[in-house]
């Protein structure tokens, strides 16, 4: 089993609707969590990124994290056909393995006009 | 700001035949990552360099896998020979290592690998 499970979707979805991310995760060491976009033939790109349990909004995007279900989300409002894209989530455990991101397997998310 | 700079962008090659990546970070990031991504899967990290300091190497398959950060600025991935199953996007990263919350690390395009 691997430590960071992710739907890989396809995820279609129409414009303006919410789209609702999630994953999974097994390490209970993980204090830090980002989602990552990723265009075709592109790096991924840092969205957000939390620590701990909690919300954070930026724009229409909203990222959750509940540590005591190892389970994280990132809500898109008003989703765009700009939106459609990859997104990974990632963790890392801090401290000196800060920089060490675990990711899933992507969600591939698709919103037409 | 430039972003991470790697070439090439594709290459193909032959089973066993020897490859290279490269790669150039965002200037002053002292931390650089190599992180593999197989087709549908997320990006999972080769080995980070802290400067000139292979400070995490424990992925790299180091029997045919080599990577070296000379002067701590550019970097640069071999492998040798190439199997089939390396054929991956092989992607760069760097961020400013300052070990806290908030050190963003930013991702070149990546190089597309197929070996034949």
């Known amino acids: 089993q691997k ?4 739907d890989p979707g396809p995820l279609s979805v129409p414009e303006g609707a919410i789209v609702s991310l999630n994953c999974t995760y097994s390490n209970s060491a993980f204090q830090y969590f980002m989602w990552y976009r990723q265009y075709s033939r592109k790096g991924p790109e840092l969205l957000m990124y939390t620590y701990s349990s909690g919300n954070k909004e930026d724009g229409r995007f909203t990222a959750q994290v509940d540590k005591s279900s190892k389970y994280i989300s990132l809500f898109i409002r008003d989703s765009q056909p700009s939106d459609s894209a990859t997104y990974l989530c990632a963790m890392s455990e801090g401290g000196t393995s800060y920089g060490k991101l675990t990711f899933g397997q992507g969600t591939i998310l698709t919103v037409h006009p | 700001e430039a972003g991470v700079v790697q070439s090439p962008r594709y290459k193909i090659i032959e089973k066993k035949q020897p490859v290279a990546f490269w790669c150039n970070p965002i200037s002053g990031h002292n931390t650089l990552y190599w992180y593999l991504q197989n087709l549908g899967q997320g990006p999972e990290l080769l080995i980070r360099y802290e400067n000139e300091e292979a400070v995490d190497d424990s992925q ?17 991935l071999k492998i040798q020979p190439a199997e089939l199953g390396d054929s991956a996007v092989y992607l760069c990263a760097s961020s400013k290592g300052q070990l806290a919350v908030g050190d ?5 395009p990546g190089t597309r690998l197929t070996v034949l």
């Open chain 2, 60 to 76: 790299l398959p180091k029997d045919r896998f080599s990577a070296e950060r000379l002067k701590g600025v550019d970097s640069t």
């Open chain 1, 3 to 6: 430590e960071v499970e992710q």
């Open chain 2, 104 to 108: 963003e690390q930013f991702f070149g």
